[in-house]
């Protein structure tokens, strides 16, 4: 066993290479390179031709190339702003080309003179009479004295301090003395064989030094064996990780919350409407998740307006009869307000009780008193409610509301609250997590492994799809005109301000603009402010004056983009549009069409919009329907921006892509059950290689 551990790569300190100090270890770290093994799977995000010489005259806009030629002469030209540069003209006896840099000292100019011979890499682009290169790497050769490289040149993600020269020569140190002995094998036999895959030392030898003849593109796009056996264990890593947590979850023990056909009529007595199918269902299988003594994980997913609050009072109304505590977590003050209007509703005043951040000192020590000595059994809040000192007596659900908002990291640490029971219990509380980001059901699948996944697939009744424009802000009048009328008509609108910046003081100033403009702009209406900024108490009022119809147009930040529920409300202008993503869009869009009336969304763009501004706008124009908006997202944005997981390293994925290698899911999930069953040792070995420490689930 120890030798097996002073040959194993993984208990081999990266100091053990050539070149690395403790210097450079350091460094290292930030790349999460820590031994012998974590080289091998630092791997290349793309690669470079440079194994030979391509003739200029032979090049095309776009091809990345190696060329090696003579200056003939060059000189600066002075472009727009002022902007300098330095244009050389470079040919070889095939063709001619323009090098161009923007950034040159003396030096440079004085190597890139008449005659000199270079050898460039970079890529060809449509210049103003030819083609050109803007900023080659290059160097000066001799004819005849330069070899090419003889493998293909990966091109490894770096980070300050770390070159590519540095990566290079370490992972070609642990190349070199790399056999089966160094790396265990993972795979199981049946997948390698169905799928053609090379074994690990193969592919990972492939992938770092790829032979000269393999196609550029083919690697470009991991379409290579080698890449794609890699890939499959990354994709089975994370897979494992998240079954890893569920699991461990999963043999802890939950309050039973049993739910009797009496309680739930009075329930659903209580409600002004009849519950969708969607709805129906979802309960059912939330009433049966409860009815254990494990925990339920379950992810609600349901698009905006379909109707995902009431879906949590019902499993709230078990727990509460059951006599436990129910935590409810909203991301905004307003949408936690809002849910604790209602939840008042639904059940009784002194049953609820909503904390914030904003309670301070006697106010907060009251509160915190009153949930740990289970005088208040519905605890509603943002997420001030997993503070340290918030200590629950008996919490046995915990409902998590529009969880993208949340990180990961916070889906995880929730867990842990219903163990800190006051009583040093071991109870943890069932899980309900709503999400309104329709994301593509086989991502979510593979990105929330360890939840159990329901979709409220259908809106109330009699709900009409919002019409959506685009216009340019030169039609503003013609807006102005449109909200006038609605106004008239007795309809309520609002209107949204956005900033580029996060900055949310300029975000309230433009807001405050934009509402002092349209209260001169439109005399007979009345026109009301809503931001971040305002204190909690006046917000709610607005928000309740807007409801009780005294305001006709609301002027508002973002703020409201999250659960805002005033059903008359049905227009809507999105200022500035082109700024926001489109989830986001179809988040706002989402504020109207709540009720039975015709609503319309104006989408009001300053020109000229980017090729990908244009895209967003033509996908709202054409469709409401939030899993097809998500879609597009997912294409547009990648999948890191639209789970919001890029800060919080779950699916930081090194070679797989979760969009392009969805076809892969369904055996990666199929395999991680089968070494879970069969070689349970080999789960966390995997998923330290690929995870390393990002992994946070294993400790969860
Ligand atoms: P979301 O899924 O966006 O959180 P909400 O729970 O806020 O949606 O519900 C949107 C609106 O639809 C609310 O006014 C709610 O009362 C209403 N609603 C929910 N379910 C139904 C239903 N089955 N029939 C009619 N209206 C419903
Ligand atoms: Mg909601």
Partial sequence: MEDERLENFEYQSVQTLKGVGQAVAEKLKRLEIYNVQDVLFHLPMRYEDRTNLTPIGSLQPGQQALIEGVINHCEIKFGGRGRRSLLCHFSDNTGAIVLRFFHFNKAQQNNLSNGARLRCFGEARRGASRLEIVHPEYKLVQQGGESVEQSLTPVYPKTEGVHQTLLKKISSQVLAKINQGHLVDWLPDQVMTKHQFPDLVTALSNVHRPHKNENVSALNACATKAQQRLLFEELLAHQLSLLQARNKIKQTTSNKLPVKKEDYSVFIDKLSFQLTMAQERVIAEIFSDINKDSPMLRLVQGDVGSGKTVVAAAATMAAKISGYQIAIMAPTEILAEQHYVNFKQWFDDDSCLFLTGKDKGKKRQQKLEQIVSGARQIIIGTHALFQDDVIFKDLSLLIVDEQHRF???????????????????????????????????????????????????????????????????????????????????????????????????????????????????????????????????????????????????????????????????????????????????????????????????????????????????????????????????????????????????????????????ELWFDEVKKTALYIISQHPKAVEPIVRRWLGKADRFVNV
């Fill in 407 to 661: 990180g990961v990291h916070q889906r995880l640490a929730l867990r842990e609250k219903g163990r800190k029971d006051g009583k040093g219990g071991n109870i943890v509380p069932h899980q309900l997590i709503m999400t309104a980001t329709p994301i593509p059901r086989s991502l979510a699948m593979t990105a929330y492994a360890d939840l159990d996944y329901s979709v409220i697939d259908e809106l109330p009744k009699g709900r009409k799809p919002v019409t959506t424009v685009v216009v340019s802000t030169s039609r503003r009048e013609e807006v102005i005109q449109r909200i006038k009328k609605a106004c008239e008509n007795g309809e309520q609108a609002y209107w949204v301000c956005t900033l580029v910046e996060e900055s949310d003081v300029l975000q309230c100033q433009a807001a405050e603009t934009a509402a002092e403009q349209l209260t001169a702009e439109l005399s007979n209406a009345r026109v009301g402010l809503i931001h971040g900024r305002m204190k909690p108490l006046d917000k709610r009022a607005i928000i309740n004056k807007f409801k009780n119809d005294e305001i006709d147009l609301l002027v508002a930040t973002t703020v409201i983009e999250v659960g805002v529920d005033v059903p008359n409300a049905s227009l809507m202008v999105i200022e500035n549009a082109e700024r926001l993503g489109l989830a986001q869009l179809h988040q706002l869009r989402g504020r109207v069409g709540r009720g039975a009336k015709q609503s319309a969304c104006v989408l009001m763009y300053q020109a000229p919009l980017s090729e990908q501004g244009k895209q967003r706008m033509s996908i709202l124009r054409e469709t409401n329907d939030g899993f097809k908006v998500a879609e597009k997202d997912l294409e547009l944005r990648g999948p890191g921006e639209v789970l919001g997981t890029k800060q919080t390293g779950l699916m930081q994925l090194r070679i797989a892509d979760i969009v392009r290698d």
